[in-house]
């Protein structure tokens, strides 16, 4: 009881469950945690306070963001894009629980480098690493960038764009037996939001492409892949994105150029 005879209220569930879970990532906006089973385990991600903000403000941008992931998550669902299913939000702690996806990195699989400056890498064994998870999975590079782009194009057809688009944000799962096939699953979604508009897709796009030139420059090359199948799965609306992206790409050799 409290000093004023009311009930006080205890710890709140979802902040419970987080202090049984285990760390997994830490980044400047969320911690990110492996859940225990329940029966099946959860990624659970926390958008911790902010001392930074205003308290008011903070709660008031975190439950915002919170929100919009989920939903962006829910509204891919249902457009078939392979995501995490939700299976957990609560926005005014600040956490958004989803799906536990078994699989492996696609910049893995692909034999990304570092992803942060500064880190060490042994290119040589990145390669072989990459290689072995290509044959654990049985699938080639261009049947992976072909899936990249599948997916991508449903996710815009949809009007979500991811805002984020790496190959740390996707991961290769198997598909259930008796299926030796596999899939793309996108992930964190924590930047997209909703847009109808051809310059926020071959943003989206140019994202990914850059980030193909940066972690696999020796599979720069297959990024046509990725647009190939991406313009089969948009049809007629590849066109003008496909404009829009040339322009984008020009504005970012110009900016490089004056950097």
Same mark, same amino acid.
């Given at each position: ?29 969320? #911690?990110?945690?492996?859940? &225990? ?10 958008? *911790? &306070? #902010?001392?930074? @903000?205003? &308290? ?6 975190? @439950?915002?963001? /919170?929100?919009?992931? $989920? ?15 939700? +299976?957990?939000?609560?926005?005014? /702690? ?11 990195? /696609? ?23 990459? !290689?072995?998870? %290509? +044959?654990?999975?049985?699938?080639? +590079?261009?049947?992976?960038? @072909? ?10 057809? $949809? ?14 799962? @198997? ?13 964190? *979604? ?6 109808? %508009? ?18 696999? &420059?020796?599979?720069?090359?297959? *990024? ?11 049809? +007629? ?8 992206? !040339? ?10 150029? /004056?950097?």
């Amino acid at each position: 009881m409290s000093a004023n005879g009311r009930p006080s209220k205890g710890p709140s569930p979802t902040l419970k469950l987080i202090e049984s879970s285990t760390l997994i990532q830490q980044g400047a906006e969320a #911690k990110v945690y492996l859940s &225990p089973p329940f029966p099946e385990p959860m990624l659970l991600k926390h958008r *911790f &306070p #902010k001392s930074y @903000r205003h &308290p008011t403000l903070d709660a008031q941008i975190t @439950r915002t963001r /919170v929100q919009m992931e $989920a939903r962006a998550l829910v509204r891919c669902q249902r457009a078939g894009v392979r995501v995490p299913g939700v +299976r957990l939000v609560d926005a005014p /702690v600040g956490v958004l629980g989803v799906e536990w996806v078994e699989g492996k990195s /696609v910049r893995k699989v692909l034999g990304g480098g570092a992803e942060e400056e500064g880190e060490e890498e042994d290119v040589e064994q990145l390669e072989e690493e990459a !290689e072995e998870l %290509l +044959r654990e999975f049985g699938i080639t +590079r261009d049947e992976i960038m @072909r899936l990249i782009g599948l997916e991508i194009s449903k996710m815009h057809r $949809a009007d979500i764009v991811h805002g984020d688009l790496t190959t740390s944000n996707m991961m290769l799962r @198997r598909l259930p037996a008796p299926s030796t096939s596999s899939e793309i699953v996108l992930i964190d *979604f924590g930047l997209s939001g909703t847009s109808s %508009l051809v310059e926020d897709k071959a943003v989206d796009l140019y994202v990914l492409e850059r980030a193909f030139a940066s972690t696999h &420059p020796d599979s720069e090359s297959l *990024f046509g892949d990725v647009l190939e199948a991406y313009a089969r799965g948009m049809g +007629r609306a590849w066109e003008p994105i496909y404009k829009r992206l !040339e322009e984008v790409r020009l504005r970012g050799r110009k900016r490089s150029m /004056v950097g």
